[in-house]
C-alpha cells in the first residue's frame, strides 16, 4: 500500500494524524471514555502495552494535568510530557513493583492495556496468545489496582472468551465487553470495561496464569445457568462518529493537492526493523546454491 492510500482509506489512521495522535487507537480509549466517563476521579493511571505512546497521550491530555501516569511496555517509547515510562514485561513481578515505586506505594485508580502480541495469521493462535497477554495484564492489574478501580483491556472475542469473562468476573463486579465505532467492524478485536475492582476475600495477587494449567478440560461455552458468564455487549462511540470499515473521500479546498502528513511518532526500533534492514540491503536472499545437490549430480554424470 501506498503512502497517501492508507490515509484514503482509512479515516481514523488520516485524522489521528491531522489531531496529533501517535496511533489511531487513540480513537478506541477516546470512545470508550465518551461511553463510560472512566476518567473521572482518576489520579493514578497505568497504561500497559503502550509504544507507541497513544493511549498515554489521550491519559495525558483527558485525564487532567495532576494525574500521575506510568506507560509500560517492551519496546522503547518516544517521551511523552507527564508520562513516566518503563521499558520491561508486563508478565514480570518486578514490572508491577516498579510501577508501585513510581506511585510511591499507592494503587492505581485506572489500568488501561491495548497489548497485542504480533499476529502469526493463524487465528487460533493469535487468539490464543491474546488470551494469554490480558490474562497478563488482569494479574498485574492485581497488584496495583485499587479495590473499585477500572482495568479496560483489548480482547479478542474468540472461542474462549467465555473462559476470560469467567476470570475477570471473579475481580469486577462489572464487565462489558465494547466496541468503539473506531475499531473494524470486520475485527474480533473489542475491549473489555471491568468496574469496581473487588478481589475474592483473602485474594494474594501472583503472576501464576490460569490459561497455561492444562488440568482445565471443560469446554466454557457448553455452561448453563448460573455457570455460564455472559457479559453485556455495548457499541460505543457517538453514531455520528466515522464509521472505520468505510472509505471516506479525502476533504481537499477545491484547486488544492493533497498533502501527505507523515506519522506524528513512529515506533523506535520496532520489532521488524531489523527484517526491513536485510531486505533493503538484499540479504534476505539466501546463498547461491546448486539446484541439484552434490551427491545428485555425481551420480547425474555416472549415468
Ligand atoms: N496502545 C498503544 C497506542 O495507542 O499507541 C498501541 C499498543 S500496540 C497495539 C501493542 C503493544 O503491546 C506493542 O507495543 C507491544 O510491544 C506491546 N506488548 C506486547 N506484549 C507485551 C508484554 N509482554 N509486555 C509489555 N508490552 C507488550
Known amino acids: 500500500m501506498g503512502r497517501s492510500s492508507k490515509d484514503k482509506r482509512d479515516i481514523y489512521y488520516r485524522l489521528a494524524k491531522e489531531e496529533g495522535w501517535r496511533a489511531r487507537s487513540a480513537f478506541k480509549l477516546l470512545q470508550l471514555d465518551q461511553e463510560f466517563n472512566l476518567f ?10 503502550a ?9 495525558s491530555r483527558e485525564a487532567g494535568e495532576e494525574v500521575k501516569i506510568v506507560a ?7 517521551p511523552l510530557p507527564g508520562v513516566t515510562q518503563i521499558q520491561g514485561d508486563i508478565t514480570k513481578v518486578s514490572t508491577a513493583e516498579e510501577i508501585i515505586r513510581h506511585f510511591e506505594g499507592q494503587p492505581a485508580d485506572l489500568v488501561v492495556c491495548d497489548g497485542a ?7 487460533d493462535v493469535d487468539e490464543y496468545i491474546q488470551a494469554q497477554l490480558l490474562l497478563a495484564a488482569l494479574n498485574i492489574t492485581t497488584h496495583v489496582l485499587k479495590p473499585g478501580g477500572t482495568f479496560v483491556a483489548k480482547i479478542f472475542r474468540g472461542k474462549d472468551v467465555t473462559l476470560l469473562y469467567s476470570q475477570l468476573k471473579v475481580f469486577f463486579s462489572g464487565v462489558t465487553c465494547a466496541k468503539p465505532r473506531s ?18 476475600e483473602g485474594y494474594i495477587p501472583n503472576m501464576s496464569n490460569p490459561l497455561l494449567d492444562h488440568s482445565y478440560d471443560v469446554d466454557f461455552n457448553q455452561l448453563e445457568g448460573p455457570n455460564r458468564v455472559i457479559v453485556p455487549f ?8 466515522f464509521d472505520s470499515d468505510k472509505t471516506y ?17 513512529p515506533p523506535i526500533r520496532p520489532p521488524y526493523q531489523e527484517a526491513c534492514h536485510l531486505r533493503k540491503n538484499n540479504l534476505l536472499s539466501k546463498e547461491d546454491t546448486p539446484s541439484v545437490c552434490p551427491k545428485q549430480s555425481r551420480d547425474k554424470k555416472k549415468v
Open 117 to 123: 502480541p504480533d499476529v502469526t495469521g493463524l487465528h
Open 249 to 265: 473521500p479525502l476533504q481537499l479546498d477545491a484547486g488544492k493537492e493533497y498533502q501527505y502528513t507523515p506519522p506524528i511518532q
Open 51 to 59: 509504544a507507541p505512546g497513544s493511549w498515554s497521550q489521550v491519559l
Open 72 to 78: 509500560v511496555d517492551l519496546q522503547a517509547m518516544a
Open 40 to 49: 473521572t476521579g482518576v489520579n493514578r493511571a497505568v497504561d500497559l502495552c
Open 234 to 241: 455495548l457499541a460505543c462511540g457517538d453514531l455520528s462518529a
Open 183 to 200: 475499531s473494524r467492524n470486520s475485527s474480533i478485536e473489542a475491549f473489555v470495561v471491568c468496574q469496581n475492582y473487588s478481589p475474592p
